[in-house]
């Protein structure tokens, strides 16, 4: 682990330049000036998407960034869905013209030392593609049990098994992102990358990541009411 | 079990329905709700033109007379057609929504130099 830090150290420095972030947010006032932080420390390029945030996330983004040259801020007029928001914002990071574009969740569930884990194999040349999967023994039943759900669907739908094909952090190479034609506007987007992997011969890597599960992160699924809510959104969603 | 010829475009048009559902689903224009709904939908036809006594059954239960069968059938043919009409164009405008909606964001990106 400690080999693993330092060589970690050594390769942000030198790569910092050629990877860009891509973050989407939607209603992450509480968690992204952290989250942000995390990535500017390592002397990232950071782009983030507000997908039309009913809260304070474009003001707090906004404010950060007077603070920050390595920061930019696009914004959604209205709630697109996470598809939309990766799809703008991977067309925003090439424009940096990065060897790397690493796609990353605002709500502070990924560990920011994971960057040099999914980025390598695309430095190195060794994938296109580096899907960072979660541990699903350590996740919360209800999530561990929709995953999986998902990867079976992503299998019917895509023909490809993968670890976790829900996963928001990822890694992609230029040529990765110019091929891949998403459609889906979104969670759906996720397993339909893994789709566009396979339909366009891209190689994929999957490595392990952390994932921190705080209060807010597990705030955002537990109890009868959130659940209720979440029942009903799903039945919206049907007659959408 | 000798099948009548509509029982055979029943089955047809419920396949072949089916397959573009799916289609549409991998290709990203349908959510998961919805796939689940049009596969009911669709699944249904394909049951009641394998087995038409069902609806026989149905209506002996509600009471509805053969008389109105046949503008039923019309009348719902008709609706399904238009539900599915209006369901692409709504389709379309949202494509069309996240299309100007991206590129607006795009365009009114910002990054430190913009600031004040």
């Known amino acids: ?240 | 079990m000798m099948l009548h010829l509509y029982q055979y475009l029943g089955i047809l048009l419920g396949v072949m329905a089916l397959i573009f559902t799916l289609i549409r689903f991998r290709n990203g224009k349908l959510s998961l709700g919805m796939l689940g709904l049009w596969i009911g939908v669709w699944l249904i036809v394909i049951l009641i033109s394998i087995f038409p006594d069902v609806t026989s059954t149905l209506a002996i239960i509600i009471g509805i007379g053969r008389g109105l069968d046949v503008i039923l059938i019309i009348g719902l043919i008709g609706c399904y057609y238009l539900i599915f009409r209006i369901y692409n164009m709504i389709e379309n405008i949202e494509e069309e929504i996240n299309l100007l909606v991206r590129q607006i964001a795009l365009e009114k990106g910002l990054s430190s130099e913009d600031q004040d």
């Open chain 1, 1 to 240: 682990m400690r080999i693993d830090s330092q060589k970690s150290k050594i390769f942000f420095k030198k790569h910092s330049n050629d990877i860009v972030m891509v973050l989407p947010a939607y209603n992450e006032s509480k968690t992204i000036e952290k989250v942000i932080e995390k990535l500017l420390v390592l002397d990232l390029q950071v782009i983030v998407v507000d997908d039309g945030s009913t809260d304070d996330t474009y003001k707090i983004v906004k404010k950060l960034l007077k603070q920050s040259e390595q920061l930019s801020l696009y914004r959604h007029l209205f709630n697109r869905g996470v598809g939309a928001t990766l799809k703008t914002g991977i067309e925003a990071a090439l424009r940096k013209n990065p060897k790397v574009i690493v796609t990353f969740d605002a709500d502070g569930q990924h560990h920011s030392k994971d960057i040099y884990f999914v980025s390598r194999p695309i430095i190195e040349g060794q994938a296109d593609i580096v899907i960072g999967i979660r541990d699903f023994n350590v996740m919360p039943f209800r999530k561990s049990f929709g995953n999986r759900i998902m990867n079976i669907i992503t299998l019917i739908f895509y023909g490809h098994l993968v670890k976790d094909s829900q996963s928001g952090f990822r890694a992609f190479n230029r040529k990765a992102a110019l091929l891949m034609e998403l459609h889906s506007t979104g969670y759906g987007v996720c397993s339909e990358m893994v789709g566009e992997v396979f339909k366009h011969d891209l190689i994929l890597t999957e490595v392990p990541i952390t994932t921190i599960y705080s209060d807010y992160s597990l705030s955002k699924g537990t109890g009868t009411k959130v659940g209720f809510k979440i029942l009903a959104k799903l039945i919206r969603d049907v007659f959408k």
